[in-house]
C-alpha cells in the first residue's frame, strides 16, 4: 500500500502561483512514477504532468507547459507542482497520483496509476 496526501492548494488571482506538494507514505517510492491530474466538476480527471523516480524522464500536458513543473525530493518521498502565470482554466481538484515502473499502460491514461492522493482543490479567481 502506498498513501499520497497532497497539500498546497488554495485562491490565488491570475497570474499568481502556487505550488502543490504529494507526500507519499508506505511502499518504496522508489517502484512508482508520479503524475499530477486535475479535475473539474462534471468531466473526467485530466492528465497533468508526470515524473520517473530517476528524473530522466518528465512529460507535461500542452496545457500546462512551460507554466508548470513537476519534480521529486526522493530522499522525503515528496513531488511537487509548481504552477505559475495560472489562469481561470487551472481551476480544478488536483490529484497526485503512483504509477509502477513496470507498467506498460500510457502515462496519460487513469488505469496506469494505482494509487491516488484524496485532492487538493486549486481556485484561481480575482
Known amino acids: 500500500q502506498l498513501e499520497l496526501v497532497e497539500a498546497g492548494g488554495g485562491l490565488v488571482q491570475p497570474g499568481g502561483s502556487l505550488r502543490l506538494a504529494c507526500a507519499a507514505s508506505?511502499?518504496?517510492?522508489?517502484?512508482?512514477?508520479e503524475a499530477w491530474f486535475r479535475q473539474t466538476p462534471g468531466k473526467g480527471r485530466e492528465f497533468v504532468a508526470y515524473?520517473?523516480?530517476?528524473?530522466?524522464?518528465?512529460y507535461y500536458a500542452d496545457s500546462v507547459k512551460d507554466r508548470f513543473t513537476i519534480s521529486r525530493e526522493n530522499a522525503k518521498n515528496t513531488v511537487y507542482l509548481q504552477m505559475n502565470s495560472l489562469k481561470p482554466e487551472d481551476t480544478a481538484v488536483y490529484y497526485c497520483?503512483?504509477?509502477?515502473?513496470?507498467?506498460?499502460?500510457?502515462?496519460?491514461?487513469?488505469?496506469?496509476?494505482?494509487?491516488w492522493g484524496q485532492g487538493t482543490q486549486v481556485t484561481v479567481s480575482s
Open positions: 515524473i520517473t523516480y530517476t528524473p530522466g524522464s518528465i
Open positions: 508506505g511502499r518504496s517510492f522508489s517502484n512508482y512514477g
Open positions: 497520483a503512483a504509477r509502477p515502473n513496470r507498467s506498460g499502460r500510457p502515462i496519460k491514461s487513469e488505469s496506469a496509476y494505482e494509487y
